[in-house]
């Protein structure tokens, strides 16, 4: 119970709410136990004593009592149930929020889907706690007690007597209940097996056609089906056998009543109408019995959920604002300075930069060349502090990269990473994504400098044309010029683009490159780029190889010390050469 | 946007469709008695139920009324007898209406992924695997509940519902009149309730989709959102979502809040109309009041049948729309035709030759032109090309992955189409760039299940093209798990991995697509060396990135925008000063420096 404890505050945010349903509870379940009293004495009354008049009294008394048991059962729902949601959603916040603030580092060690299992699941099954667990049980509590005293004053010998199977039930639902979740379990397990068995076959297909494995691949599949069958099999014999049991110690109870109160009728010590109440209130009892167990399942797995929840909300953020921040930084200029800069993906990781030293002055443009896994990109992602670095230092204007405010910090900062990712909106909505209000101007003016106004031109319905699964799909060339443009359009001082135009064809790339000569002035940029062409205007080029900087200078420069990037040069001449061959 | 979501969300047909229940009733055929008994016995234990009531009232009437208690022990010994009854047949009711469900979407299932591994490649080009994914899995899913619930709990809720008419009408048609008024409510109620209730959880689906695919995508994009600095703003859009998804759950619990009450009132109603109308006649000495005592049970007891009936609908509407996807798949017929009358060889030397072939995935985009060219066997021919120039269109149309357009393609002197899939693909060992390991252990996917290849040749195998070094070290060696895809192995083992597969099966003719990705010196020693091993033996076309496939080759083919621009040994294509010569200074020239 220790995890589900920290559900505290929000139960306290609703508590009014809360305790309103938990008189709503009192009032329905009394209107609800009055109902078998009404046709007890109605009953008795014609056993003995008959009157037209009162019999009808008691027909109203009957639909009043219900009347009055629905509307506030009505509220109790409108309140307990609704005030579960209000948690849910709240919970569900507090989740996103934090994991939004998590570093990348915590991304790259768990998968998309596992963060969604716990926004889903665990966040579901926490709910089924607050909402339906604690109504049931304190709904069953009430109308158990008020049944039993009801039924006791009828007759304590018969309440007694077919009272007696009924705890059965409770710890037959208890127990059966954890052996049909464990049950399932192992069914859902199954059936993710061959849902990847699926997938793998269906994505090596060529694989298996190749090497004729699809028989065999046939009988595998075959053979797992078969498992689930067995599996789900397993259930349903504990199943079949659960519902018949629950009726059967339900009846024996009613059986008891039939006999002992019928020859209590027969001695005259009960009328039949008391013998037809305790029937109804057996009824009444069987539910709660039923709940009884079955809340308890549900919060042993609320606690198992809310734990794997406290996990990832406890999950530090470790890239924020600390006491080392200097808020009085608003502004940057746009110097950057690597000093001796060492990095690695984790502790015992080999470090994929060494002794980076790098200088790049406000207003010039750095590019950067280096074979895929050299830490081209790892050493820009550490200037907007996606990444902390591990040893030497970084600094913007002369402070260390951790005294800026992160948000003064990425506010200046206009990164266009490797590969594009656009979101499922608007294509102004996602230009303008870096804006906090929506200016036209500045959409237009950035489509324009990364060339992609002309595509949107062609759209069907321009800006405001919807991306992804519900709408268009960009080509690999359209996302990165998008992706520049929403880059442009906070107007950085410091632009670095990550490889952004590996799918933009040539000629377009010499004509975006123009544009942003002039956006550029001003300005910092860093471009890593494989293209000669990309890069060789920059004011300095550096080449790196396994997280070292192994050349640097201009263009004619490098050329001159024939090394690498002379011989990327020589190469990427003889390839268009080629491309123009026919 | 909204209105854009709701129109994909789950578009709903009917609930029933003759065509659709025919076809899927064929597969209840071998289960047919299962079928029958099953329906048989709910007729009979939907009795076992409504008799109880009808019991009591002999108690009450006759039993107690006369002091009788030889009787009164009767009627209870009675009721046990029909409660044990109805309990041990509600047992095996359910265990085999279940187990007739299981077995039919095996039945199902497996036809459908057997028809799904038959199908043409260009079939797992054009569609998303994650879709064909669902249509063995959760679509099959949703026939279950048809078969082990739905068809079935319709006859059995039915059947109720008569015997308790039955059990009314013979006591007291004035009272069963008056009790069934309520009936009609209860039914609108029910159905509008359904009608309801439906919408609104379409609602909240709706909604839950959208949270779900915020959620994934902004956890997929989550740096673009962190280096915009977009935290607060997206703080407050996934609080709009969330609180759409909120209002959505709390409009169905408003429907919930009203319908439970409301049956229960309508329950009330039809007991205080027994009470009043019933209590009358017990005044006037038309009613016993036994029978009231029936009457107040059978009230309780049609609640569920109607209920149960309501819910049906949604369980049939949906089994429909399932099985209609399911069948859609089952009609297609996108396969690489099998000759009629295969020519059969036993043995083949290995004699590759192409005439005159085109070739175009989609209709007059050519991406193969007028191919020539012929392969002596036990020749090693490489092919080489820019990105695009066609080279791996080669492999598809040799495998019949694709039939092409025009001209023939030879092995030994016979068209390939002439013979079976499987014989040619027998003779033919495609190792492809993008090794693809299935889970299982290394040997499984070396020796890929193959009942002919023994472990001895696997580890035969994996030692000549030097795999074994590094499984040794394993720590469970040849029974090692492979995960995922091999996640755990690196490139360069997985591409040894799949070399040794394809020397296991041992075939005449090898296709190998070399990988072009960046290993260690080391493993590019290893790997070289696999490869020569490869080579030997066997007629061998290379898609070549490494210089020393190339030079040892006895052909080079050089392939240039779908067509072939130059064929010959490296010396003389070298000389010709053409397009392999450019070629070989931008791509492998730099390998050249590595070695020496």
Redesign the interface.
């Given at each position: 119970m220790n995890h589900l404890y920290s559900l505290k505050k929000y139960f306290l945010k609703y508590k009014s709410k809360l305790l309103f349903g938990v008189v709503f509870i009192f009032l329905s379940s009394v209107g609800y136990v009055y109902?078998p009293v009404a046709?007890k004495d109605?009953?008795n009354e014609?056993?003995t004593t008959?009157?037209?008049s009162t019999?009808?009294s008691?027909?109203?008394l009957?639909?009043g009592?219900?009347?009055i048991?629905?509307?506030f059962?009505?509220?109790?729902?409108?309140t307990i149930?609704?005030v579960s949601?209000?948690i849910?959603?709240d919970l569900?916040?507090d989740f996103?929020?934090h994991?939004?603030?998590l570093p990348?580092k915590y991304?790259q060690n768990t998968s998309?889907g596992n963060?969604?299992a716990h926004?889903?699941n665990d966040i579901n099954a926490v709910r089924m706690f607050i909402g339906p667990a604690v109504m049931y049980s304190i709904d069953t509590l009430i109308r158990f007690i008020m049944v039993i005293a009801i039924m006791a004053s009828i007759s304590l010998e018969v309440t007694l007597y077919s009272l007696l199977p009924l705890p059965i039930l409770s710890i037959l639902v208890y127990k059966v209940g954890k052996k049909i979740h464990e049950r399932f379990t192992a069914i859902q397990e199954k059936?993710s097996e061959?849902?990847?068995k699926?997938?793998?076959?269906?994505?090596?297909?060529?694989?298996?056609?190749?090497?004729?494995?699809?028989d065999?691949?046939?009988e595998?599949?075959?053979q797992l089906?078969?498992e689930?069958?067995h599996k789900?099999?397993r259930l349903?014999?504990i199943?079949?056998?659960f519902?018949?049991?629950l009726?059967?110690i339900t009846?024996?109870s009613?059986?008891i009543v039939?006999?002992m109160g019928?020859?209590k009728?027969?001695s005259g010590e009960l009328l039949?109408g008391d013998i037809?109440a305790i029937i109804i209130y057996l009824?009444m009892l069987t539910w709660p019995m039923i709940a009884f167990g079955w809340v308890i399942n549900i919060i042993q797995q609320a606690e198992a959920s809310m734990k794997r929840l406290s996990i990832i909300l406890s999950e530090r953020f470790e890239i924020e604002d600390s006491k080392e921040t200097n808020y009085a930084i608003k502004d940057l200029y746009g110097d950057i300075e690597f000093r001796n800069v060492t990095f690695s993906y984790g502790k015992h990781l080999k470090p994929v930069l060494k002794g980076i030293n790098l200088k790049i002055p406000r207003g010039t443009t750095l590019a950067i060349m280096g074979?895929?896994g050299s830490g081209k990109s790892t050493l820009i992602n550490l200037i907007?502090r996606?990444y902390d670095l591990s040893d030497g230092e970084l600094l913007i204007d002369g402070h260390p990269v951790k005294s800026i405010p992160?948000?003064a910090l990425?506010?200046n900062?206009g990164?266009v990473?490797q590969e594009s990712?656009l979101?499922?909106d608007t294509i102004e909505n996602n230009l303008a994504?870096?804006l906090?209000s929506f200016n036209e101007s500045a959409v237009k003016n950035a489509s324009r400098i990364a060339r992609f106004d002309i595509d949107v031109r062609d759209f069907p319905s321009g800006y405001k044309t919807?991306l992804g699964e519900?709408g268009i799909t960009l080509s690999g060339g359209q996302k990165q010029r998008a992706s520049l443009a929403?880059a442009l359009v906070?107007d950085p001082k410091i632009l670095i683009l990550d490889d952004s135009f590996s799918a933009v064809d040539t000629h377009t790339e010499e004509e975006i490159l123009i544009n942003l000569r002039e956006f550029m002035k001003n300005r910092t940029s860093i471009i890593i780029s494989h293209r000669v062409s990309t890069v060789k205007d920059a004011d300095k080029i550096i080449y790196i190889e396994n997280g070292k900087i192994i050349e640097e200078g201009t263009h004619y420069e490098l050329l001159a010390l024939n090394g690498k990037y002379a011989?990327v040069h020589y190469?990427q001449m003889?390839?268009k050469?080629?491309?123009e061959?026919? | 946007?909204a209105q854009?979501?709701k129109q994909?969300d789950e578009i709903l047909g009917k609930a029933y469709d003759a065509k659709l229940m025919k076809r899927l009733l064929k597969f209840v055929r071998p289960y047919k008695k299962y079928m029958v008994y099953a329906i048989l016995l709910n007729i009979v234990v939907a009795v076992l139920g409504p008799v109880r009531p009808y019991l009591?009232k002999i108690?009450?009437d006759h039993?107690?009324a006369n002091?009788d208690?030889s009787g009164?022990?009767l009627?209870?010994i009675l009721?046990?007898a029909s409660?044990?009854l109805?309990?041990?047949i509600?047992?095996?009711l359910?265990?085999y209406t279940?187990?007739l469900g299981?077995?039919t979407i095996?039945d199902i299932?497996?036809k459908l992924?057997?028809h799904?591994?038959?199908l043409a490649?260009s079939f797992?080009d054009k569609t998303p695997?994650?879709r064909?994914?669902t249509r063995?899995?959760n679509d099959i899913?949703s026939l279950n509940e048809l078969f082990s619930s739905g068809i079935i709990m319709i006859f059995s809720d039915i059947f109720i519902i008569i015997w308790i008419l039955v059990f009314m009408f013979f006591m007291d048609l004035n009272l069963s009149l008056v009790t069934l008024s309520v009936i009609p409510v209860l039914m609108y109620g029910t159905f509008l309730f359904r009608k309801k209730v439906r919408d609104a959880f379409r609602d909240v689906r709706f909604h839950l989709a959208r949270?779900?695919?915020y959620?994934?995508?902004?956890?997929?994009?989550?740096?673009?959102?962190?280096?915009?600095?977009?935290?607060e703003?997206?703080?407050k859009s996934?609080?709009e979502i969330?609180?759409d998804?909120?209002i959505a759950?709390?409009n169905s619990?408003?429907y919930?809040?009203?319908f439970?009450?409301?049956v229960?009132?309508i329950?009330?109603?039809a007991?205080?109309?027994i009470?009043?109308y019933g209590?009358?006649e017990?005044?006037q000495s038309t009613l016993t009041?036994g029978t009231?005592?029936a009457f107040?049970q059978y009230t309780?007891m049609f609640f569920r049948p109607i209920r149960d009936l309501s819910e049906k609908y949604n369980i049939m509407q949906t089994a429909m729309a399932s099985s209609e996807r399911i069948f859609k798949l089952l009609d297609n017929n996108t396969f690489i035709p099998e000759a009629a009358n295969p020519v059969k060889l036993p043995k083949i030397k290995g004699k590759i030759e192409f005439r005159n072939v085109c070739f175009a995935y989609s209709q007059d985009n050519y991406v193969l032109k007028n191919i020539n060219f012929l392969i002596i066997p036990g020749e090693t021919v490489a092919i080489v090309g820019?990105t695009g120039a066609g080279k791996t269109s080669i492999i598809n149309i040799l495998?019949r992955?694709y039939d092409i357009n025009r001209g023939q393609i030879l092995l030994d002197d016979v068209d390939i189409r002439e013979l079976t899939k499987?014989d040619l693909?027998?003779f033919?060992?495609?190792v492809?760039q993008d090794v693809?390991l299935?889970?299982g252990t290394i040997k499984s996917n070396i020796g890929?299940?193959?009942p002919d290849i023994s472990d001895n040749q696997i580890i035969e195998a994996a030692k000549l093209v030097g795999a074994d070094k590094f499984i040794e070290q394993l720590p469970g060696k040849y029974d090692e798990d492979v995960k995922e895809?091999g996640a755990t192995l690196s490139v360069g083992q997985k591409q040894l991995i799949s070399f040794a597969?394809a020397l296991a099966?041992n075939p005449q003719i090898l296709i190998l697509d070399e990988a072009t990705s960046?290993v260690d010196t080391e493993t590019e020693l290893i790997i070289r060396e696999a490869i020569q091993k490869l080579l030997v033996g066997r007629t061998a076309i290379v898609i070549a990135h490494r210089l020393s496939t190339i030079q040892n080759s006895d052909k080079i083919i050089v392939m240039?925008?779908g067509e072939i621009k130059e064929i010959g040994t490296h010396q003389e294509l070298l000389a010709l000063k053409g397009?392999y010569f450019?070629?070989y200074?931008?791509q492998y020239k730099?390998q050249e420096i590595a070695i020496s």
């Open positions: 109902i046709i109605a009953i014609l056993q008959m009157s037209y019999i009808l008691y027909a109203l009957i639909v009592s219900s009347l048991s629905g509307i059962r009505f509220y109790i729902r409108q149930i609704v949601r209000e849910e959603y569900r916040r996103w929020e994991i939004q603030k990348l991304f998309t963060i969604m926004a889903t059936f061959l849902t990847t699926a997938q793998e076959n269906f994505s090596g297909i060529r694989v298996i056609k190749s090497y004729l494995r699809e065999f691949e046939i595998a599949f075959t089906s078969k689930y069958l789900n099999m349903v014999k199943q079949a056998l519902q018949p049991i009726f059967l009846g024996i009613v059986i039939v006999w019928g020859l009728v027969i039949l037809t009824g074979g895929t907007p996606l992160l948000s990425r506010k900062i990164l990473q990712f979101f499922s994504y870096g906090h919807i519900r929403r906070i011989e190469k003889l390839e050469e080629l491309m061959l026919n | 946007m854009n979501y994909d009591t108690a009450v039993s107690i002091r208690y009164l022990l009627v209870t009721l046990l409660l044990v109805q309990a041990v509600q047992y095996f359910t265990y279940q187990y299981q077995k095996l299932r497996t992924f057997s799904i591994q038959k490649a797992f695997i994650g064909i994914v063995v899995t899913e949270l779900n695919s959620m994934q995508e902004h956890v997929t994009g989550i740096s673009v959102v962190q280096i915009f600095n977009k935290e703003d997206e703080k996934f609080a969330n609180k998804h909120k759950n709390v619990i408003f919930y809040a009203v439970y009450p409301a229960e009132l329950s009330a109603i007991i205080g109309l009470i009043w209590g009358g017990v005044i009041l009231l005592f107040l309780e820019a495998t992955f499987n693909r027998r033919i060992s495609v492809l693809f299935f889970s890929m299940n193959h895809r597969r099966f960046s240039h925008k397009i450019k070629l200074q931008l730099d």
